[in-house]
């Protein structure tokens, strides 16, 4: 059963708070309640409330709600008061109910479309008194000069002068490479491989489905347990509320097994031809080595042993600098062979290095490149 809820209000003419919804003229001035909003103590509307927790919710005895009129008041527009739907005319001014041009909740409509609609003609201040924001371009633009700057600072260089050479270095390398017989199998016979053998082997296995079998699988499922009330509360417009009692379902978890059926496979071996083999190949086995300090570059005598033949040349030309004045470790530089025929012990050098990290290089005084160097360390 719906149970009706005392309502209170507010006196809009003296702010007088609090007054009880069955007083119809305000206990301070006297004036008789009009544009008023009914409110419940400690509820704002949409609100819900469970079933223990209506202790302070005030309600009418049976008495009491037997006198209250279903109905909202209406409201006079001569003396703008609201009167009971029991009353046939105007309690504060004795005008006539079918005068009346509003119940109590057309009155609030229309008092907020006059409210909106005062709003609405309010002169907008915003946009034009805001504080003007640095300009985005702005913030663009030093961001940009600045990784500019960043970039011209790491590209500019470093030129460290007054290096000596003190030494030259050259060594040049001839890998020798002997054929070599390997003992190998695999499932394919590689071109110029000796076959010794040939035999059936385990390839992989196959997962074939074999059957079916029953399982037993615990499951579960959310069914309705039962059933709980909750509550809400409308607004009369007649100086009460009525509490309204809703029902939602609370569940609880089943649980039960189901049979299912999982299929059980087998693993088939797979069979292969499996090849065993001699084959030759060439194989780098050692070095030969020629070295010096000066410009007489030669390859070194190669002497070929039975299965061996000549494989990869390396070489590489080096020197070594020092610092003049302060006496930083030497650095020992790589150059290409024509570079380096023009340097000799006892030159004096400028090597510069960009800031990057890029590789350095001979330069004049200025920085302007002479020859590309790779630093060995
Ligand atoms: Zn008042
Ligand atoms: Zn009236």
Redesign the pocket.
Same mark, same amino acid.
């Given at each position: 059963m719906s149970k009706l809820v005392m309502a209170y209000w507010d006196c809009p003419v003296c702010g007088n708070k609090g007054i009880r919804g069955d007083v119809t003229n305000c206990p301070s001035c006297g004036r008789a309640r009009g544009e008023v909003q009914f409110y419940m103590k400690g509820y704002t509307e949409g609100e819900t409330r469970e079933e223990n927790e209506r202790s302070d919710v005030e309600y009418l005895d049976e008495e009491q709600a037997k006198y209250v009129s279903k109905n909202p008041d209406w409201y *006079?527009s001569? *003396?703008n &008061?609201l009167n009971s739907d029991n009353a046939e005319f *105007?309690s504060? *001014?004795g &005008?006539s109910r079918a005068d009346s041009e509003a119940n109590y909740f057309e009155m609030l409509q229309k008092k907020k479309e006059r409210e909106a609609a005062e709003t609405a003609a309010q002169p907008q201040v915003s946009s034009s008194q805001q504080k003007p924001s640095r300009s985005p371009m702005k913030v663009l633009l030093v961001v940009l000069l600045a990784i500019i700057a960043l970039f011209m600072w790491l590209n500019g260089n470093k030129t460290s002068g007054d290096l000596t050479v003190t030494s030259l270095q050259w060594a040049r390398n001839i890998n020798i490479e002997e054929n070599r017989m390997y003992q190998e199998s695999g499932w394919e016979l590689p071109a110029g491989a000796e076959q010794t053998d040939a035999r059936s082997e385990l390839h992989h296995y196959d997962s074939v489905l074999s059957h079916y079998e029953s399982v037993e699988v615990q499951r579960s499922r959310q069914v309705v347990d039962h059933y709980e009330t909750y509550y809400t509360y409308t607004d009369n417009g007649n100086g009460t509320f009525t509490e309204v009692p809703h029902e939602r379902p609370v569940y609880t978890t089943e649980y039960y097994t189901e049979t299912v059926q999982q299929p059980v496979y087998q693993q088939i071996p797979r069979y292969q031809t499996k090849y065993y083999y001699n084959i030759w190949r060439w194989t780098p086995s050692r070095d030969v080595t020629a070295s010096g300090e000066d410009h007489n570059t030669f390859w070194p005598e190669v002497e070929l042993g039975e299965n061996e033949r000549e494989g990869q040349r390396t070489e590489a030309y080096t020197f070594t600098v020092e610092h003049r004045k302060n006496k930083g470790a030497p650095e020992t530089y790589r150059l290409a062979e024509s570079d380096w025929m023009n340097i000799n012990v006892n030159d004096n050098l400028f090597i510069t290095a960009k800031r990057t990290g890029a590789a350095p290089y001979i330069s004049d005084e200025k920085g302007n490149k002479i020859a590309d160097l790779i630093r060995i360390k």
């Open positions: *006079c001569f *003396c &008061s *105007c504060n *001014c &005008s």
